[in-house]
């Protein structure tokens, strides 16, 4: 955090100082291990084992917040008869399917109150949806966000046992598959002594309950694994046991990795989400509109306004042409129905399937893995729209990028025309971005863009103006929805600039008086409002930009709600419901933020209450309720189903209800736990651009993590092209512990080169202590290696790529490539250049008995190459 | 000789009430005539950091409608006044004599960038997603409408705006384009 989040990290240095410990688990000691009271280096890629160690602890040593689990949590509740344990099936759960590599979540369910769906408002068409999902490919198509943040419909009513000792109780479930993550496993699987181990979780488990609470801070280096959302599960079930989410000082903070990445995923240009995580409509699950709101018409909590939400977004888009009697133009929505992301489209423009590519700020042929298959995506496009600042990598791989040095690529071969557009820089335009804490802040603009430079609300408003004036007129069904579009943002200036503000408003949303909402709650299903995405409804109440507001934080309280404004409703604690205790008491008086006041018969405290404010704390649903009202008083979580957080996942996460530990795609370390090597659900990408190296192969004897530095941004394009910030990081380099340096006799300050099945790069060397190699209980060494990933050939300061020595392989619910662990081979000295390379790396690949990386031109297939198209071979 | 004495920094230490030279004792005629760039700026406006999700508040200090100076907000409840070198070089990312303001055209096989006008390239790239849009079209797929077209993708970066991911997703949509992707799924 004290690299990548600087500034943040203020308020953990604070914290310190009024006496919080502060712990860093990570595999290197960077600037945060210095100023942490402790750091444990554990080995790359096993963090579920150390999670789970401490999930064990907790629960062996009844450490947990009994009141707080059992009321808000579902520990209580009844797993069905037919669910088996991954302890029992050798690290499987019930349910695979080996030859599609899923899994049948139906065993998974909760054991129903009485009989199946009676509890469903719509018993039939849940049993119809029970069946759509079950199709493999809908599974493959992030069922898990499908479901919108609310998570998949539960079929029924669990039964519970409130003392939490019948044996199928998820907190018993939870208790057995956690039973064998003991310290000495951790050991074993994480080469973290026993002693630091206890010591943290003694830290943790003492600072949490009624008077304390504990946070947890993760990054990139938990989502970017095959296993990387069961990462995040195994924290969430941690921190609930804990009782510390919901609270203040408690919670677990997603550092998000960009000025506005929060806002990108919220907004979202995804293929698989809507605005307000929405899910995108699927061609066999959601043919109507009716079958797209079908999850949620049983459902209890604020996913139950799904219909609200969404007819409201087609009225903000397709205005007076969306109408009761046309489902409010929900088939304008084109469909999904698999898995169209990022990766699987560098895939397809190998294959000649995709024509054109707009690249709008990002700068995949550094800031992904693979740089090389990516290089080949883009050679083989028609044409390539790149907006940036700078002349990126991404703009110039036809003459400049490696696989010209190699002869892989050649202008006279690509036949990619591409369009630089320069783009306007966030000084000279104004808009908001979301930063990590949902926390919108305006922008004002302080100068004109130059020359040409515009910014992409320009670009993209006066796209659609063109398109739309070429279509004037069409008969053509398909392009209606273009034609249909509410398109008419008010221009000012010479450039004819759109008005951000009104935007922001359409995104706040408009009622039937045409005054902007003041949150999500007035939104209708009957078209008579609009709202371009619902979890922003509010950021413009009363006619007010409320994310312009700057308070100075001086005059205001800890909580500073008059900064800006935060989704939704501006709470700055979600689930802060969960801060008081069932009957809406404060926990503790320490830890008071939001309570129930009997006399003013309403929630109150330092933030918005995450809850209706006057819903009494004894509130119980009445028969029928939905939405919001079939949530009772004392249920904090009020965007599940069930109004509980869930310990266990019935549904919705593909690789299992429960986080288990499995080892990285790639891993020099047999799974101490279970007979299953890695994730079985993973994603793989093949071809003879992505080969995966093979775990366990001496040949890639090493693991390698990739990181970013403080004076560094991601794939450069910001940094690299700065003097300052150059001269501050100048050059490319590998950090490795004087045991590795020994063994493979790398020299610090001098060249060694790296190598994988993708390709091998160079790098300057570090040696220093900050490396740990780990010592596992079996007497095996691993060594580990960091790689910072901002450099490239472009800019001032310019190097090898660290992400083209990476694969792509993927977590099955978010599509995330597992970049944070992968293996290597490293020796002294620099790279072979040219064609020698390519005869390099294929010598590595057939000694580690892997298929060959030979390409034919652009990168295409070697077979289709000589199919006529010519070689370059 | 009263003057040439008190122009003497020492001096001034010795006598002055600032025995520890750290403040008027050290001052110069020179250092009298300095003004910082943020005292003579036409104008202040309320930024944020590009950089990472933080959201660090800045002010720019705006002169003869050129950026001067980008500083933090001391206002900022997040940041309180403080920038990471990031944050510190963002004047020097707005005002880059490397930053490429002029559009520039590469065609197939062309081995030179190209100049362009910009409302030419506006309109040859809404030829080309026309094209795109038709080839990669398709009304049904495995027998169920999807009404989209395969033809063209997108990837956008995490310095987006909200307003601007937003039209974004409704232009593509209204396309039939739904390989949208962006930073937040890497
Ligand atoms: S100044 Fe540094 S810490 Fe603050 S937002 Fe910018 S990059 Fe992040």
Partial sequence: ?873 | MKTWLDAWPVFRQLTGPDPLGRGAAARSKATEGVVSRTATADRVVQSVCPYCAVGCGQRIYVKDEQIVQIEGDPDSPISRGRLCPKGSASKSLVTSPTRVTKVRYRRPYGTEWEDLDLDTAMHMIADRVLEARRKGWQDENDGKRVNRTMGLASLGGATLDNEENYLMKKLYSAMGAIQIENQARI
């Fill in chain 1, 1 to 873: 955090m004290a690299e990548c989040h600087p500034v943040g990290f203020q308020w953990v240095s604070e914290a310190k100082a009024r006496g919080a410990k502060i712990i860093h688990v990570d595999p290197r000691f960077t600037r945060t291990s210095a100023i942490a009271d402790l750091h444990v280096p554990l080995r790359m890629g096993t963090d579920i084992a150390f999670l789970g160690g401490l999930i064990r602890y907790v629960l062996e040593n009844d450490l947990y917040f009994k009141e707080y689990v059992v009321a808000y949590t579902n520990a209580a509740a009844l797993v069905s008869e037919e669910f088996a344990d991954a302890e029992d099936l050798g690290g499987l759960f019930s349910g695979f399917d080996p030859e599609n590599n899923t899994y049948d979540e139906s065993t998974w369910q909760y054991e129903p109150e009485e009989p199946p769906h009676s509890g469903s408002d719509d018993p039939a068409g849940a049993a119809e949806q029970d069946e759509l999902e079950d199709h493999p490919e809908i599974r493959k198509t992030d069922k898990a966000q499908a479901a919108g943040s609310g998570g998949p419909p539960i079929a029924a009513k669990p039964k519970r046992d409130e003392t939490l000792q019948h044996p199928r109780t998820v907190f018993q479930v939870l208790k057995r598959h956690f039973a064998r993550y003991t310290p000495e496993m951790v050991a074993e699987v994480c080469g973290v002594e026993p002693e630091a181990f206890l010591q943290v979780a003694r830290w943790v488990t003492e600072n949490s309950g009624r008077d304390r609470t504990t946070a947890w801070v993760y990054s990139v280096g938990w989502t970017q694994h095959s296993v990387g959302a069961q990462y995040i599960r195994t924290c969430s079930i941690l921190q609930t046991l804990l009782g510390n989410i919901g609270r203040p000082g408690g919670g677990i903070l997603a550092l998000r990795g960009h000025a506005s990445i929060q806002g990108s995923t919220d907004v979202p240009t995804l293929y698989n989400l809507l605005p307000g995580y929405l899910p995108m409509p699927h061609a066999k699950q959601h043919e109507s509109l009716d079958d797209y709101c079908a999850d949620a018409a049983g459902k209890a909590g604020f996913w139950g306004n799904k219909r609200a939400y969404m007819v409201s977004l087609l009225k903000a888009w397709w205005g007076d042409a969306a109408t009761a009697e046309n489902d409010y133009a929900f088939d304008h929505m084109p469909r999904i129905d698999g898995d169209h992301s990022s990766y699987q489209q560098i895939k397809d423009m190998i294959e000649g399937k995709i024509s054109g590519y707009f690249l709008v700020g990002e700068n995949p042929t550094v800031g992904h893995p693979n740089g090389r298959m990516n290089r080949f995506g883009l050679a083989n496009l028609d044409w390539l729209v790149v907006r940036d600042l700078q002349l990126i990598e991404s703009a110039t791989f036809w003459n400049e990028s490696p696989e010209i040095e190699t002869g892989e690529l050649a202008p006279e071969t690509i036949a990619t025309e591409v369009f630089f557009m320069p783009a306007a820089s966030h000084a000279e335009k104004e808009g908001t971005f979301t930063q990590t804490q949902r926390l919108l802040q305006w922008r004002h603009k302080a100068v004109d863009p130059p020359g040409d430079a515009k910014s992409d609300l320009w670009f993209f408003f006066h796209l659609g103006r063109i398109l739309r004036e070429r279509l004037a007129g069409s008969t053509d069904p398909r392009d209606r929805p273009l034609l249909d579009l509410t398109w008419d943002y008010p221009v000012h200036g010479p450039d004819q600039e759109p008005s951000a503000e009104d935007v922001l408003r359409e995104i706040n949303g408009v009622g039937p008086d045409g005054r902007a909402v003041s949150g999500y709650l007035e939104l209708k299903d009957d078209g008579s409002t609009s709202c371009g995405c619902w979890i922003y409804s509010g950021v413009y109440a009363d006619e007010v930009n409320q994310s312009a507001r700057r308070r100075p934080g001086r005059e205001q309280g800890q909580v500073a709600s008059e900064w800006g404004w935060a989704w939704p409703y501006n709470r700055r604690v979600l689930y802060n419901r969960a801060s008081a205790d069932p009957d809406g008491k404060p926990w503790s008086e320490r830890k008071k933020y939001v309570w129930w006041d009997e006399e003013a018969g309403r929630w109150t405290g330092v933030d918005t209450p995450d809850f209706e404010a006057t819903k009494r704390p004894d509130y119980v649903p009445p028969e029928g309720a939905r939405a919001q009202d079939a949530i009772g008083g004392s249920d904090p979580f009020i965007m599940q189903g069930d109004g509980k957080a869930w310990l266990y996942a019935p549904a919705g996460v593909v690789d299992g209800p429960l986080p288990t530990h499995y080892e990285p795609a790639e891993s020099v370390v047999e799974n101490a736990l279970y007979k299953q090597q890695a994730n079985p659900t993973i994603e793989h990408i093949n071809g003879p651009w992505n080969r995966e190296n093979p775990s366990l192969s001496p040949v890639f004897p090493f693991q390698v993590t990739t990181y970013r530095l403080t004076e560094h941004h991601t794939a450069g394009g910001m940094s690299r092209t700065l003097p300052y910030l150059s001269e501050l990081q100048p050059e490319f380099f590998v950090e490795v512990s004087p045991e590795l340096a020994a063994l493979r006799g790398l020299v610090n300050g001098e060249f060694a080169t790296l190598v994988s099945t993708r390709t091998a790069i160079e790098a300057k060397v570090l040696v220093t202590e900050r490396m740990r190699p780990i010592r596992l209980r079996s007497g095996q060494v691993v060594h580990q290696i960091g790689m910072p990933y901002h450099w490239s050939y472009s800019g001032i300061s310019t190097g090898d790529s660290a992400n083209d020595l990476l694969g792509i392989v993927l977590d099955p619910n978010t599509h995330i490539q597992e970049d944070k662990v992968s293996t290597a081979d490293i020796r002294p000295g620099r790279r072979p250049r040219g064609p020698e390379l390519l005869e390099f790396v294929e010598g590595y690949r057939r000694r580690a008995g892997v298929e060959s990386g030979r390409v034919g031109v652009n990168g295409r297939e070697p077979v289709a190459a000589e199919a006529g198209e010519g070689s370059q071979q």
